[in-house]
């Protein structure tokens, strides 16, 4: 029994590192994709981003992991950026013998742009992380599920962030929903952050993602992706701006 449970837990650990937009990706044993990376254009703006996580004691699940994603306004002349988000978080992920639901991470999240005066936003929080697996055969789907219980604390100049971006935050990947004849296929990626109060569509924001990988060369398979946003705080900065983005670019590592 304790081998057979030894193995469910090992084939649980190996789902974990392939869920949701969190853990894409090829992964090693300390070094580990922890969200999408990704460089995408729009008519007035590049969006970049990448993210991983590193085990930090061997044979525990105990990850330290960092996302940095910005807004580049690379038409303008001095090409600035308008804001610059960094995201750390250090947790704990504790597997399960549930195939439905591999693991959860239970830790610290932080959010700041590290910037000072009225346009410096920073907000610390306590996350749960709800990893679900709900693959069949011709069609993998990864779904996730981040709740922010407890609020540690907000920046003094978002002290009312909690009125437009709420306590949860839902990812999907579903892959291969249409397949052209060459067998490569388009795979859909959806996020919705709740809003005031954890209404689903009181403020808060979605984000849409297509990506259609190239599996050309052994060692560099890019990934064409579009994605639309709408709604608050694609940045921390314009937590509480609505905006309304198309853009399209490449996936790495995908």
């Keep these: 029994k304790a081998e057979n449970l030894a193995t469910q837990q090992q084939q649980a650990e190996r789902k974990t590192r392939k869920t949701s937009e969190n853990t894409l990706g090829t992964q090693s044993d300390v070094f580990s994709l922890h969200k999408l990376n990704y460089a995408i254009i729009g008519d007035d703006d590049l969006m970049l981003q990448y993210g991983f996580k590193y085990r930090a004691l061997e044979g525990k699940q105990l990850y330290a992991a960092f996302t940095n994603y910005m807004i580049w306004e690379i038409y303008k002349d001095s090409i600035p950026v308008y804001d610059n988000n960094f995201n750390p978080e250090l947790f704990y992920r504790f597997t399960t013998e549930y195939k439905w639901m591999p693991a959860l991470d239970a830790g610290y999240w932080h959010t700041s742009n590290g910037q000072a005066g009225p346009t410096g936003r920073s907000w610390d929080q306590l996350i749960t992380r709800l990893l679900f697996d709900h693959t069949t055969n011709t069609r993998p789907t990864l779904l996730s599920m981040e709740i922010f219980p407890i609020t540690l604390s907000e920046g003094e100049f978002n002290e009312d962030i909690s009125d437009d971006l709420g306590w949860w935050n839902f990812n999907m990947s579903v892959k291969n929903i249409f397949k052209d004849p060459s067998g490569q296929g388009l795979d859909l990626g959806f996020n919705m952050w709740s809003g005031?109060?954890?209404?689903?569509?009181?403020?808060?924001?979605?984000?849409?993602?297509?990506?259609?990988?190239?599996?050309?060369?052994p060692n560099f398979n890019p990934t064409l992706m579009v994605q639309y946003f709408n709604g608050y705080g694609e940045v921390i900065r314009d937590y509480n701006v609505k905006t309304d983005k198309f853009r399209f670019g490449l996936a790495l590592y995908y």
């Design 196 to 217: 005031d109060h954890g209404m689903p569509f009181d403020k808060g924001n979605y984000k849409v993602n297509l990506l259609y990988p190239f599996r050309l060369w």
